[in-house]
């Protein structure tokens, strides 16, 4: 499988277990009034938001989130996002963003002015300010046509993945956002071996751009992870809304990663290792975690995260909130969410899917 298309499909998993790129890419609201549009087919309805160019918007968004995820907090990348109460973001459509979001009193705001990323937090008066190297600026303006470049592009190529394996419809409109949508429903073909029902995405009826996005699990009536823009505004933003400045007091952190051979070197075994098991909705992806992953010690060298609960000893977090689990592939743990399964082994191994975990078993046991 190329590299693209092993970013695809990491982005389909991704999402199931619910800490992929469309956190800020499909955004479910409550339905509305139901307005009255002209018919679409459901494919060619899949084929415009897979090819529609995201403008420059300023949406509010709220997540609901029934995943089932252990309680280990912002230790496992990507709960802390799904646990905010809410989240304004700004984009000016060619690769700037700005995202605040809140967690109770705190707020967390990220700016990308497209070569250097800010991260503000409220909680500590803390400022991580991260330069993004020239070779990793050169890539990503060589592959804007048509790959993974941002959430909303990952959405897009999520849609045109799963449907391949999916039974595709549209039930009715519905108004999202004070806007007037085409709901979308993907429901895995009988061959998928998912834990997944449904994925519901209501599609803004101009733009085609997703503006809701609904995870449904096997045997809930409700749905496991909602994400919802409850206004958006589609306009130019203003070129001062992507610049930061840190506030008074705040401590910052500056770094600049280097990509040097060793690096580099890395992150292509990293790659090289990663497999695609199975496709469509029973996708599971395979790997191995570099050495130092799960070395408490070793991590303790590093630089502090800044965000609570990131820093603790990973097996200790693994022991207190997953399952041990082993069999022909080996022993590690298991964690299970109401619309995904992951697998580490103990010798740092991994398979993660909307699956059961039977199929992650397999996967591990796959040459």
Do not use: C
């Not at 799963?162 to 979308?184: I, K, M, Q």
């Not at 101009?206 to 609904?214: G, K, W």
Request: glycine share 10%; no cysteine.
């Amino acid at each position: 499988m190329d590299p693209k298309k092993k970013a695809i499909t990491a982005a389909v998993v991704g999402t199931a277990l619910g800490v992929g790129g469309l956190v800020f890419a499909a955004m479910p609201a409550s339905a509305g009034d139901a307005p009255a549009l002209p018919p679409v087919n459901a494919d060619d309805l899949v084929q415009s938001a897979v090819t529609a160019k995201h403008e420059a918007f300023d949406g509010t968004l709220k997540m609901t989130n029934n995943l089932g995820l252990p309680a280990v907090g912002n230790a496992l990348p990507g709960v802390g996002t799904l646990n905010a109460d809410s989240a304004h973001v700004f984009t000016d459509g060619n690769g700037k963003s700005k995202v605040s979001i809140t967690r109770g009193a705190t707020q967390e705001t990220i700016v990308h002015d497209g070569a250097t990323v800010w991260d503000y937090s409220s909680k500590n008066n803390s400022v991580t300010k991260t330069t993004i190297p020239a070779e990793a600026l050169d890539k990503a303006k060589a592959h804007e046509n048509g790959q993974v470049t941002d959430p909303s592009t990952a959405a897009s190529q999520l849609l045109a993945k799963v449907r391949e394996s999916s039974n595709v419809a549209v039930n009715g409109t519905a108004t999202v956002a004070n806007r007037p949508a085409y709901e979308l429903v993907l429901t895995p073909k009988p061959t998928e071996r998912t834990l997944l029902r449904e994925i519901r995405v209501a599609v803004d009826s101009q733009t085609r751009m997703p503006l809701r996005l609904s995870v449904l699990s096997n045997g809930t009536a409700t749905p496991a992870l909602e994400i919802a823009f409850n206004d958006i505004k589609f306009a130019p933003q203003a070129a001062d809304l992507f610049t930061f400045t840190p506030p008074p007091g705040a401590k910052v952190t500056e770094k600049q990663p280097k990509i040097d051979d060793k690096t580099r070197a890395e992150a292509e075994k990293f790659a090289d290792g990663t497999k695609v098991v199975g496709d469509g909705w029973d996708t599971v992806i395979t790997g191995k975690l570099p050495a130092d992953a799960l070395n408490f010690k070793a991590q303790q060298g590093q630089e502090k995260q800044g965000h609570e609960g990131r820093n603790g000893d990973p097996r200790a977090l693994l022991d207190r909130f997953a399952k041990k689990v082993s069999g022909p592939w080996g022993s590690g743990y298991l964690v299970t969410t109401k619309v995904g399964t992951g697998v580490l082994t103990d010798d740092g191994r991994f398979a993660a899917g909307a699956v059961p975990e039977q199929v992650l078993y397999e996967a591990l046991g796959a040459k």
